[in-house]
């Protein structure tokens, strides 16, 4: 009998050459290329491209390859009709998922799953995503949808469909690094549920929808929501030691705060840190900034010993919020950047593919009569 591992912890379920984690010394890596030098001098784009070529373009290969994107902004007409149509009320995760499957009714050919085809549909679901979670934001407000701009970037495009104004460089060259460093994680949840639902030769959107309905749980891209529903909880810097120490007695877990691989601080975390501070400071949120910091002060002295450190999600809530995202959108914005990583998994698993198909351990009964029911 194979040996059981709760949770998979330490099972390889798949080879990739997309990203690489040392989770002891806090290493990311995208196709070996660490994630600060692409946080600081890449971009999204040219991210995905990396991810999905497995090699940085030229000047021509990433103009082409932008190009691609920008043709590809707006979703087709049917979906911006079944945005009107969502209630007003629900929850933009939940309109993510089921949007992002609708994609695939106006897809004349949804179910090609040749790699070129794969590659194709990855760049159309990638491209259109934005103007999905924007529309849906601007109709819950009231407003009309404002169409894409295709002379934007890729960022800077969403920020100017969402608020209907072009952001500063500054604002689009944060929300950029936020892209850049969601963008792949390994076999993370999501992640690999993705490559399992391809691996039974589904297609590319039931692939991206299921992806999007793993992200959403808390433990996973609904943590980010989790911090800042924390830090709006602390009046002021003062309450943090409190409130963390009395979250860890009663075995509470503090959102943000440990993962499955890294038993260091996660370099994603390190990075946005930095952005996190500057935007803090530039918008007038210090007090956020001085409170996420209080709390991994205490995370540090009191559960460092155990591996837990910081992971994305700490600091990725006050850098969105200081670029002036709703709470409710932190996590459909991850799914945004992931997005990139789900899709080069499937293109990965599409081409050398074989069907997960794992056992389980069965720890019931055997042999057991049948009870006629008048005699239960
Ligand atoms: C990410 C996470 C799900 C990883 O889970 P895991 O690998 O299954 O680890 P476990 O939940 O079994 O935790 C192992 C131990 O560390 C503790 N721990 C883990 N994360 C913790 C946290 N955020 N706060 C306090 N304690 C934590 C657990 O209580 C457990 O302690 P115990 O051994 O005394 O029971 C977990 O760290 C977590 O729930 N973090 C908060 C949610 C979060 O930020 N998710 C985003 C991940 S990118």
Redesign the pocket.
């Known amino acids: 009998m194979p040996e059981f591992s709760k949770?998979l912890?330490g099972v390889v379920a798949a080879e990739t050459e997309m990203s690489f984690i040392d989770g002891q010394h806090g290493v990311l890596e995208y196709v070996g290329i660490a994630i600060g030098d692409l946080a600081r001098s890449s971009t999204f784009e040219e991210t995905v491209y990396l991810l999905w070529n497995k090699k940085l373009p030229t000047q021509a290969e990433l103009d082409a390859f932008t190009k691609g994107l920008r043709d590809n902004y707006d979703p087709p007409a049917g979906v911006l009709e079944l945005v009107k149509n969502m209630p007003k009320d629900a929850q933009p995760m939940h309109v993510l998922r089921t949007l992002v499957s609708s994609l695939a009714l106006f897809d004349p050919n949804p179910n090609a799953n040749d790699v070129p085809a794969a590659r194709e549909k990855a760049l159309k679901i990638l491209a259109a995503t934005p103007a999905i979670v924007a529309a849906f934001d601007r109709h819950r407000r009231g407003e009309k949808f404002v169409p894409a701009d295709k002379s934007l970037g890729f960022s800077e495009n969403f920020m100017y469909m969402l608020n209907g104004e072009k952001p500063t460089a500054a604002m689009a060259r944060a929300f950029d690094i936020c892209m850049i460093t969601h963008a792949d994680h390994g076999l993370?949840n999501s992640t690999f549920t993705a490559r399992v639902v391809i691996s039974t030769l589904s297609d590319l959107y039931s692939a991206m929808t299921a992806a999007i309905g793993s992200l959403r749980g808390?433990?996973?891209?609904g943590?980010n929501e989790?911090?800042m529903v924390m830090l709006n909880e602390l009046e002021s810097v003062d309450e943090a030691e409190a409130y963390v120490t009395n979250?860890?007695k009663n075995?509470?877990?503090?959102?943000?705060?440990?993962?499955?691989v890294y038993k260091s601080k996660?370099p994603r975390a390190s990075e946005l840190q930095t952005l996190a501070r500057q935007l803090a400071e530039d918008t007038g949120n210090m007090d956020l900034y001085e409170k996420s910091h209080a709390i991994e002060e205490v995370?540090e002295r009191e559960?460092a010993s155990?591996g837990?450190y910081p992971?994305?999600?700490?600091y990725s809530a006050t850098t969105y919020h200081c670029i002036g995202l709703k709470l409710d959108l932190f996590t459909p914005m991850f799914a945004l950047s992931r997005l990139a990583g789900w899709s080069g998994h499937v293109i990965e698993q599409l081409e050398d593919n074989r069907l997960y198909r794992p056992t389980t351990n069965y720890v019931g009964p055997h042999k057991v009569a049948y009870t006629p029911i008048e005699k239960r």
């Open positions: 949770g912890e993370n808390p433990l996973h891209g943590a989790g911090v979250k860890l075995k509470d877990k503090i959102m943000g705060f440990g993962h499955r996660d995370m559960v155990k837990i992971n994305v999600d700490f």
